[in-house]
């Protein structure tokens, strides 16, 4: 085993266990927030990667916290926590993308599975895209490995991106490799709030995340920023003409491509708000690029990034 590893507990199998991991990659999702859904189920620490090979401290820097009036430094984590529910056991990874050594990470992340019995793993990713923050957050499930069920109340599809890497990308790849089971919940987010983290990809992912595995969060935070973002949009539409043209434009081309995968698509009806199949994201932001040339003009910045998935 990688020397960076400690294993907190004793290495033995847990109950059914799946592997849930979510890391911040050009602050599309946020460790801390991850994490912290699970705080009312007193996640037990299992594993830690020890965090100096993999960052660059200038990059990836420390946090300074006042404690008592003395400074002291907030490090970033890469730990391993599992979470008791009724019938089995879910273990989360949450942490900022490393900048060095992905595939000594990768292995390492690996290697801790293996110790636990895991060979399921779930991604948590979220990008920027061309969906209204009137309407609900669409999320896709996506089959990294050959074999991957119906989840999320969706048959996954398969990857389509083609391009830079990121880190979930790869450790998706090694795990399926090695003979993981692999899928990736991406939710797209309306990139044209420059809201990161977005607060209503969490919402989405969180809630995806309820109703496939029973969980129960406790969401007011996050369900208050989507609030105190969408106040922020309401004000700056109602002042900017061409941003209405834009939602209006935007609204109109979600809720065409969602009647025309009407029949298809496959939601959850006892959910408390349904988990919406994805459109076809390379038209969604082929059309929104086309839009923001329309209304503001050729080399428009909205819309750079949003290929990350």
């Known amino acids: 085993m990688d020397n960076a590893i400690r294993l907190l507990v004793p290495p033995e199998p ?9 890391f911040q990659g050009r602050g599309s999702l946020t460790p801390v927030l991850v994490a912290s859904l699970f705080d009312r189920y007193e996640p037990e620490p299992i594993a830690e990667v020890d965090v100096d090979p993999f960052y660059d401290f200038t990059v990836a820097r420390p946090l300074v916290r006042l404690v008592d009036g003395e400074r002291t ?21 949450s942490a900022i993308e490393p900048n060095i050594a992905w595939r000594r990470m990768a292995d390492a992340v690996r290697e801790v599975s293996e110790a636990f019995g895991i060979h399921e793993v779930v991604q948590l990713s979220s990008f920027g895209g061309g969906t209204p923050h009137t309407r609900p957050i669409p999320v896709q499930w996506l089959a990294v490995s050959a074999e991957v069920p119906q989840r ?6 398969r990857p389509r991106y083609e391009g830079p890497a990121t880190f979930s990308m ?22 044209y709030l420059g809201v990161e ?10 809630r995806a995340l309820e109703h496939e595995f029973g969980v129960d969060f406790d969401l007011e935070d996050v369900e208050r920023h989507v609030a105190e973002v969408e106040l922020q949009a309401v004000e700056q539409l109602a002042n900017t003409e061409h941003l209405r043209v834009f939602l209006a434009d935007l609204e109109q ?7 025309a995968l009407a029949g298809t698509s496959s939601t959850l009806s006892d959910s408390p708000e349904p988990v919406h199949a994805l459109p076809d994201s390379d038209l969604v932001i082929a059309d929104v690029e086309a ?6 003009g050729p080399g428009s910045a909205g819309a750079e990034g949003s290929r990350q998935a």
């Not at 391993?80 to 990874?93: H, K, M, N, P, T």
């Not at 450790?171 to 990139?191: H, K, Q």
């Not at 081309?253 to 009647?259: L, R, T, V």
């Open 14 to 22: 847990l109950r059914d266990p799946v592997l849930i991991t979510a």
């Open 73 to 93: 430094l907030q490090w970033p984590t890469v730990q391993f926590v599992r979470v008791a529910l009724e019938d089995r056991d879910i273990v989360v990874l």
């Open 152 to 157: 999320f109340g969706q048959t996954p599809r």
């Open 170 to 191: 790869a450790l998706g790849t090694v795990l399926r490799d090695a003979g993981f089971e692999v899928g990736t919940l991406n939710a797209i987010a309306p990139f």
């Open 197 to 206: 983290p977005n607060p209503h990809a969490a919402l989405a992912l969180a």
């Open 253 to 259: 081309q979600y809720d065409d491509m969602q009647d």
């Open 291 to 296: 839009m923001l040339r329309e209304h503001r």
